[in-house]
């Protein structure tokens, strides 16, 4: 009886290594990944492809050797990502009613009211785990600039103080 080569022995444990990998990624940054991208895109189906599509480009077979991903580089490609939707569709949208509005992660529902710069900023930094020096240099703008962005952005987002009180 011929044996199986060792090779092919050996796939299916690789490609074993490859899903635990990928779902214990998806476990430790989905969920922030998706708000991230939900602010972002303003749209559940969007925002869930995007995160899909990030995960798959990141974790591809070549990688299986590779340390995990990091939250940071899967933030910035979904950054990346959106910039290159939003270019090509020539128009940044407000915050869509039809995105569910009740099915929001914590967060995000609070920041409908802001400018799409400081909603992405704060996005950057809350969910992708970014400084903001580094969301100036995806942003493109002066760090002052986002500094700026992101506390007006968090004092406007912010719940107002109980009247009242004394």
């Given at each position: 009886?011929?044996?199986?080569?060792?090779?092919?022995h050996?796939?299916?444990?690789?490609?074993?290594?490859?899903r635990?990998?990928?779902?214990?990624?998806?476990?430790?940054?989905?969920?922030a990944?998706?708000?991230?991208?939900?602010?972002?895109f303003?749209d559940?189906d969007?925002?869930?492809?995007?995160?899909?599509q990030?995960?798959?480009?990141?974790?591809?077979?070549?990688?299986?050797?590779?340390?995990?991903?990091?939250?940071?580089?899967?933030?910035?490609?979904?950054?990346?990502l959106?910039?290159?939707?939003?270019?090509?569709s020539?128009?940044?949208?407000?915050?869509?009613?039809?995105?569910?509005?009740?099915?929001?992660?914590?967060g995000?529902?609070?920041?409908?009211?802001?400018?799409r710069?400081?909603?992405?900023?704060?996005?950057?930094?809350?969910?992708?785990?970014?400084?903001?020096?580094?969301?100036?240099?995806?942003?493109?703008?002066?760090?002052?600039?986002?500094?700026?962005?992101?506390?007006?952005?968090?004092?406007?987002?912010?719940?107002?103080?109980?009247?009242?009180?004394a």
């Amino acid at each position: 009886m011929a044996q199986p080569l060792r090779s092919t022995h050996l796939r299916p444990r690789a490609v074993h290594t490859q899903r635990t990998d990928l779902e214990e990624t998806w476990h430790r940054h989905g969920a922030a990944l998706f708000a991230l991208s939900l602010v972002l895109f303003e749209d559940v189906d969007h925002a869930e492809a995007v995160v899909t599509q990030a995960f798959l480009d990141a974790c591809t077979p070549a990688d299986i050797a590779l340390a995990p991903v990091s939250r940071r580089e899967l933030a910035r490609y979904v950054y990346v990502l959106w910039v290159r939707r939003t270019t090509a569709s020539g128009s940044a949208r407000q915050l869509a009613s039809s995105a569910h509005p009740g099915w929001r992660p914590s967060g995000v529902a609070a920041m409908a009211k802001l400018s799409r710069l400081q909603r992405t900023a704060i996005a950057l930094a809350l969910f992708g785990e970014h400084t903001y020096t580094e969301i100036a240099t995806l942003m493109d703008l002066p760090a002052v600039d986002i500094a700026s962005l992101m506390r007006s952005g968090l004092l406007a987002a912010a719940p107002s103080p109980a009247r009242g009180c004394a």
